[in-house]
């Protein structure tokens, strides 16, 4: 049976950009029009070869949009058969996994019953630092 890897999809598979989050996160096509970080998508893609991979991630709770923007944003970067793997929650530790790959501790991470990847940090700055340690 493969492990389970949960991803975040805000700074881990999506590149949120320079602007300042709070001044846009309301606004319709915000998340839609975002651009998939270095090497993610391929990142995503291998994994699964390997692991039982699911997003998870949450949404905006002040834009409706938000929730269809990221249901979206999977099937065009990832494909139709990644939104059968998406979770939108406000506690990602309620999510049963071995791995979670988040750049924070926010929303349950910090609370997250399996290994906490933190992606981005000092530790796991890029997908290819990540992928050598999931996949040695």
Request: aromatic letters at 14%; charged letters at 30%.
């Amino acid at each position: 049976m493969k492990k389970i890897v949960l991803i975040d999809m805000d700074g881990v598979l999506v590149e949120l950009g320079d602007e300042v989050f709070k001044d846009f996160k309301n606004k319709k096509g915000y998340f839609i029009n975002k651009k998939p970080i270095k090497d993610a998508v391929e990142a995503f893609k291998k994994l699964s070869q390997y692991y039982d991979c699911y997003i998870v991630t949450t949404p905006v709770w002040s834009n409706p949009d938000c929730w269809k923007e990221k249901r979206l944003w999977v099937e065009k970067y990832l494909g139709k058969s990644a939104t059968k793997k998406l979770t939108l929650t406000h506690n990602k530790n309620l999510i049963k996994g071995d791995y979670i790959i988040d750049d924070t501790t926010n929303h349950g991470v910090d609370k997250f019953d399996g290994e906490h990847i933190l992606y981005g940090g000092s530790k796991y700055k890029t997908w290819d630092i990540v992928l050598n340690y999931l996949l040695a």
